[in-house]
């Protein structure tokens, strides 16, 4: 069964930084590539960072320069490393798995002004 779960959310100061972790199981991870989508309130979904399986990334322009993306497949992990962040990060954070039609459930990112 393909899950992904991921962690790392919670509340922080405009300026400060998170990383968001995705661990993923139930298929061969590192052969994927894996996406990082959010959600803010009243938004629609909105793709926020790709990496391929051999690490090659794209990101939104909305946080190009702040966000990057990277993955361990040794530890089946995806991550999101968010700094400079911004009241307008304000979201829930999916990791996903397109080829999979995978999504975790989600963690929540509050940026304070």
């Known amino acids: 069964q393909v899950q992904l779960v991921e962690s790392g959310g919670g509340l922080v100061q405009a300026g400060g930084s998170l990383r968001l972790s995705c661990v993923a199981s139930?298929?061969?991870?590192?052969?994927?590539?894996m996406s990082w989508f959010r959600r803010a309130p009243g938004k629609e979904r909105e793709f926020v960072a790709r990496?391929?399986?051999?690490?090659?990334?794209s990101i939104a322009d909305s946080v190009k320069g702040r966000f990057t993306i990277s993955r361990d497949n040794t530890k089946n992990t995806l991550y999101l490393h968010m700094n400079s962040l911004q009241p307008e990060d304000t979201a829930v954070y999916y990791c996903?798995?397109?080829?999979?039609?995978?999504w975790g459930q989600g963690t929540q990112v509050t940026v304070s002004s």
């Open positions: 996903n798995c397109d080829s999979k039609r995978a």
């Open positions: 139930g298929f061969t991870f590192s052969g994927y590539t």
């Open positions: 990496i391929t399986w051999n690490g090659a990334n």
